[in-house]
């Protein structure tokens, strides 16, 4: 193997790989390498990777990642938009039979994965045995919400997401009622996985450096809270209308919500029902209460 393909992703390590290869990391893509090891460890940690698990890695840069899932999981999905790190993560991965690597979108539109890296998982599983599916990922910045959301309401039957987002990212995920950052991501979210916070990163500890705190968070799917939400499809639209109008009250929210006509007597009755004031802010509502407001009005 080329001494150039450590998996010791430091920074000097980047710079004379990417000096080499005429790359410069994209900003509009995510491109910021994670250059601190100790917390690629506890990325790796909090997976609990073993041989039964195949790993799902989005955004595969330089391999290193990639070649540190295949030391613990029983093989690994890797997907990479970038033509110049897929070539890289190509060159650095040797082991075939027990990884697939996949130069491609992540997403095949905002609301729905794409379909080829499911059947890339299920072959590969296939193959080599495996029982779970954890994603493991340096997630690039533009797509950590659509991928974190479309997997939890996916039936790709993930078993957890353990993932490094831009901070205010991880501050809606693992918002409370009545806080700022409170609304439509954390309602889906925590009604469908548990969330929790692993670390706040400093942007210090990527090359290049974001502008912005970053966070590992972990999620992990719960099937009695999916069982609960009954249709979660469903529900995220209802929720997406809801915060529509963040300002407004919760009366006029449900009067104004899309493609419905719902009458201010109407919302008031079911309103009354549910023993929900009209006049409180959707985001001031408990995640049971929001269940509630959309099978009423979904």
Same mark, same amino acid.
Request: aromatic share 6%; with cysteine; proline share 5%.
């Given at each position: 193997?080329?001494? %150039?393909?450590?998996? &010791?992703?430091?920074?000097?390590?980047?710079? *004379?790989?990417?000096?080499?290869?005429?790359?410069?990391?994209?900003?509009?893509?995510?491109?910021?390498?994670?250059?601190?090891?100790?917390?690629?460890?506890?990325? #790796?940690? /909090? !997976?609990?990777?073993?041989?039964?698990?195949?790993?799902?890695?989005?955004?595969?840069?330089?391999?290193?990642?990639?070649? @540190? %899932?295949?030391?613990?999981?029983?093989?690994?999905?890797?997907?990479?938009?970038?033509?110049?790190? !897929?070539? %890289?993560?190509?060159?650095?991965?040797?082991?075939?039979? &027990?990884? /697939?690597?996949?130069?491609?979108?992540?997403?095949? *539109?905002? *609301?729905? #994965?794409?379909?080829?890296? &499911?059947?890339?998982?299920?072959?590969?599983?296939?193959?080599?045995?495996?029982?779970?599916?954890?994603?493991?990922?340096?997630?690039?910045?533009?797509?950590?919400?659509?991928?974190?959301?479309?997997?939890?309401? /996916?039936?790709?039957?993930?078993?957890?997401?353990?993932?490094?987002?831009?901070?205010?990212?991880?501050?809606?995920?693992?918002?409370?009622?009545?806080?700022?950052?409170?609304?439509?991501?954390?309602?889906?979210?925590?009604?469908?996985?548990?969330?929790?916070?692993? @670390?706040?990163?400093?942007?210090?500890?990527?090359?290049?450096?974001?502008?912005? +705190?970053?966070?590992?968070?972990?999620?992990?799917?719960?099937?009695?809270?999916?069982?609960?939400?009954?249709?979660?499809?469903?529900? @995220?639209?209802?929720?997406? +209308?809801?915060?529509?109008?963040?300002?407004?009250?919760?009366?006029?929210?449900?009067?104004?919500?899309?493609?419905?006509?719902?009458?201010?007597?109407?919302?008031?009755?079911?309103?009354?029902?549910?023993?929900?004031?009209?006049?409180?802010?959707?985001?001031?509502?408990?995640?049971?209460?929001?269940? @509630?407001?959309?099978?009423?009005?979904?």
């Amino acid at each position: 193997m080329n001494h %150039l393909f450590s998996p &010791r992703q430091t920074l000097s390590y980047l710079r *004379n790989l990417f000096a080499e290869r005429g790359i410069r990391p994209k900003s509009k893509l995510g491109q910021n390498f994670l250059i601190d090891l100790n917390l690629l460890d506890l990325l #790796l940690r /909090s !997976a609990e990777l073993t041989r039964d698990d195949l790993a799902v890695e989005i955004g595969s840069g330089t391999g290193s990642l990639t070649l @540190r %899932l295949l030391e613990v999981a029983g093989a690994v999905v890797s997907v990479e938009l970038d033509p110049a790190f !897929a070539a %890289l993560t190509d060159e650095v991965v040797q082991q075939r039979d &027990r990884v /697939s690597l996949i130069h491609a979108d992540i997403l095949k *539109n905002k *609301n729905e #994965l794409n379909p080829a890296v &499911r059947l890339a998982i299920e072959e590969l599983a296939r193959r080599n045995g495996t029982k779970r599916v954890k994603l493991v990922s340096n997630l690039p910045y533009a797509v950590a919400v659509p991928v974190l959301t479309n997997l939890l309401l /996916s039936d790709w039957n993930v078993e957890r997401m353990v993932a490094t987002v831009q901070w205010e990212i991880a501050e809606r995920l693992t918002a409370l009622p009545g806080t700022k950052d409170y609304g439509a991501l954390a309602v889906l979210v925590q009604s469908l996985a548990d969330v929790e916070l692993i @670390r706040r990163l400093s942007p210090k500890v990527f090359w290049p450096r974001p502008l912005v +705190d970053s966070a590992i968070v972990c999620l992990r799917p719960n099937a009695d809270k999916r069982q609960h939400v009954g249709n979660p499809l469903k529900f @995220r639209a209802f929720l997406r +209308d809801l915060y529509v109008h963040r300002r407004k009250n919760l009366r006029g929210a449900l009067v104004g919500l899309p493609n419905r006509d719902f009458q201010k007597s109407e919302v008031d009755v079911g309103l009354a029902e549910l023993n929900i004031p009209g006049s409180v802010r959707a985001e001031t509502l408990d995640l049971e209460q929001h269940l @509630r407001l959309s099978e009423r009005f979904g």
